[in-house]
């Protein structure tokens, strides 16, 4: 149970431990026994039991012994803290002789709940993705592992934000496949998608920012038409990857030029920024978080945020789903 690095801690921990609780016991001791003399010069403490002390003309503080009911609890409570580290880990390494640990309480804990939701999952996932998203328990359960585990940077909602996946729109706007099979691998081994640095073999600032409104001509957003027809030919350099069109290849991840949806920022300054610098961009592995089960269940949810008959227990479908 021990998590300490050197081993002269566990010992300086319960030697602080006992220190402190026998103290206690020596003081409850000291205290049980000593009487508060009177000062020097005062009388009376001797035959009328009293420290001395006078206030308000005539107030006296009694010098009694503290109560038994009060002494009893105070040894009771040294008694309880020794046995306490006999059984319950804390003092140092020594584990207590129950052999507690807050890990092996959570891991009991996790495999009780996996137990109970066993027979449901395993309904679940006895269902092909796509049939899962027509099943409101299935949907509600997705829609949870979503929320605690992918909208941190998907969103809430699943549309993303700049270089996180949308994950509500229609496929011609996905980097893969909008497709279970590709929703699946994905979360489970993660992706990186990479885009090299293509500065060098463009030329200049101003060949860069003429490819950048050719660019931007693709997908009818606002450009400068003599720029975009000089950068044209330059787009021969990208061909491979975005394709002669532009209109992307999902085999390599590279996004669809066409669309409009801009995962690294819109406008002439971004496109030339990832040309000229390139761009890896990295999805975590799911896998070793959530089960396979688990993952069947949250990839039906987000074929549901991308425009399923399915309407999402949050709201409506979402507004502004392109149909494929
Ligand atoms: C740490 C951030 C992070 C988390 C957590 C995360 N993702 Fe992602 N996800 C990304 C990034 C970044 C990409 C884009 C990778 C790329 O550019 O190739 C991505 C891509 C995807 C894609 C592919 C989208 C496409 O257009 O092809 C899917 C599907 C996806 N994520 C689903 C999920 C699900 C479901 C979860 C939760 C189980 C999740 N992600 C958790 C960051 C994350
Ligand atoms: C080796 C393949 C490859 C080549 C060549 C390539 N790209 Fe890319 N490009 C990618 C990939 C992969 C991504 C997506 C990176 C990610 O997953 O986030 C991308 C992303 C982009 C984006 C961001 C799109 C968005 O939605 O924000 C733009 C713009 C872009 N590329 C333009 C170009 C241009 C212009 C050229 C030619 C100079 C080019 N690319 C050459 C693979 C390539």
Redesign the pocket.
């Known amino acids: 149970m021990s998590d300490f690095t050197n081993g002269f801690w566990p010992w300086y921990v319960a030697a602080i431990s006992l220190v402190s609780i026998l103290a206690c016991a020596w003081l409850l001791w000291v205290a049980g026994k000593a009487r508060v003399s009177a000062h020097p010069g005062q009388s009376g403490q001797a035959s009328d039991n009293t420290t001395g002390h006078v206030w308000d003309e005539d107030l006296r503080e009694l010098n009694n012994p503290l109560p038994l009911w009060w002494m009893w609890l105070f040894i009771l409570t040294v008694v309880f803290a020794l046995g306490y580290l006999v059984v319950f880990p804390g003092l140092g390494s020594f584990p207590g002789l129950l052999k507690w640990s807050t890990e092996a309480e959570h891991t009991q804990d996790v495999r009780q709940v996996r137990a109970q939701v066993a027979p449901l999952y395993a309904e679940f996932t006895a269902q092909p993705v796509e049939a899962l998203v027509r099943d409101p328990r299935a949907m509600a359960i997705g829609e949870r ?2 929320m605690n ?2 909208s ?3 969103g809430s909602d699943g549309r993303g934000s700049k ?3 949308n ?1 509500t729109n229609a496929n011609a706007a ?3 496949q909008r497709s279970a099979e ?2 699946v691998q ?2 489970t081994n993660g ?3 990479v885009m090299p640095p293509m500065g060098a073999a463009i030329g200049g600032e101003a060949e860069i920012s003429e490819l950048a409104n050719y660019v931007l001509s693709l997908s009818g957003s606002p450009h400068n038409e003599i720029k975009a027809y000089s950068g044209k030919k330059k787009f021969s350099a990208c061909a491979a990857c975005h394709g002669v069109d532009g209109k992307g290849n999902k085999a390599l ?1 590279a996004p669809n030029l066409t669309d409009d949806y801009w ?1 690294h920022g819109w406008g002439e300054a971004a496109i030339a920024n990832i040309v000229k610098n390139g761009k890896t ?4 592995a ?1 896998s070793p978080k ?1 089960t396979a089960e688990q993952i069947h269940v ?2 039906a949810y ?1 074929l549901s945020l991308s425009g399923s008959s399915f309407p999402a227990s949050s709201g409506a479908a979402a507004p502004g789903i392109k149909p494929n």
């Open positions: 592992l979503f585990n992918c941190q940077c998907h270089s996180y996946p994950l996905w980097l893969g590709h929703i994905t979360v992706r990186t998608g991840g995962l961009n990295v999805m975590p799911q959530l949250v990839s987000v």
